[in-house]
């Protein structure tokens, strides 16, 4: 039989039991431990109740939201010459932004023969002149998008690898000419690889490229070239 002291201590702990299940009804036990921290009458140096219940908001709002990186815009290159260094790192390449020719051999059912062709980075792809007789006289033309410094040139003859190249004539002697209308003179081999001629600087929008001799075709008669290539800069 129990005591008058330990009935009175089991009647304490039963109202504490009952009282901690009433608030732990009422309220999460987070929130409960977030209101007696910041509640003034625990804490005499918790902010006032309206800042209080503003953080609490903030609370329930879930994770901090990411930082959003920025970043800033990428500096605009000024128009110019489109340019590439090769590997050497000395000659960088200047592109052209159009092709011109005083003639141009009629599309078959299988290619075309504009002078664009004669630019594309491709030695399968050809200019064909379209004027009558051997070619001598015409010419293709790369038009550059500002003035720059022409130093080296290169040039891929004939139509292509293979059969077709010695069927078609090829350039054998040429004339370069820029557009302060300044001239020089190649003398090119008959080979289908390309050659690379160093010529005078010229600050130039255009270099044109004319026939002044052939390589007979052993088939026909027109003239071929496959690619013309201009470079700036000057080697060690």
């Known amino acids: 039989m129990k005591s008058g002291t330990q009935r009175r201590w089991i009647e304490i702990a039963t109202l504490v039991v009952t009282a901690v299940g009433s608030f732990a009804a009422l309220f999460q036990w987070s929130d409960f431990r977030w209101y007696v921290l910041h509640d003034s009458r625990f804490d005499p140096d918790a902010p006032p109740a309206v800042i209080t219940g503003a953080a609490s908001d903030l609370r329930s709002q879930g994770p901090t939201p990411r930082r959003i990186r920025v970043v800033p815009p990428r500096p605009v290159t000024p128009a110019g010459p489109r340019m590439s260094r090769n590997s050497s790192g000395e000659w960088f390449e200047i592109r052209g932004v159009e092709a011109r020719a005083s003639s141009t051999l009629p599309p078959s059912r299988v290619a075309s023969y504009g002078p664009d062709m004669a630019t594309d980075g491709s030695w399968n792809t050809v200019w064909v002149e379209g004027a009558a007789g051997d070619g001598v006289g015409e010419w293709v033309q790369v038009q550059l998008d500002s003035p720059v410094t022409v130093s080296k040139i290169g040039i891929v003859n004939g139509y292509g690898k293979g059969s077709r190249y010695l069927e ?22 008959d080979s289908n690889d390309m050659q690379y001629f160093e010529v005078r600087p010229n600050t130039t929008t255009w270099v044109r490229l004319t026939i002044l001799s052939v390589y007979p075709g052993t088939r026909w008669d027109d003239t071929a070239i496959g690619e013309i290539r201009l470079w700036g800069g000057t080697e060690r």
């Open 168 to 189: 078609n004539a090829r350039v054998r002697d040429a004339e370069l000419k820029f557009s302060d209308e300044t001239t020089q003179r190649l003398h090119l081999a």
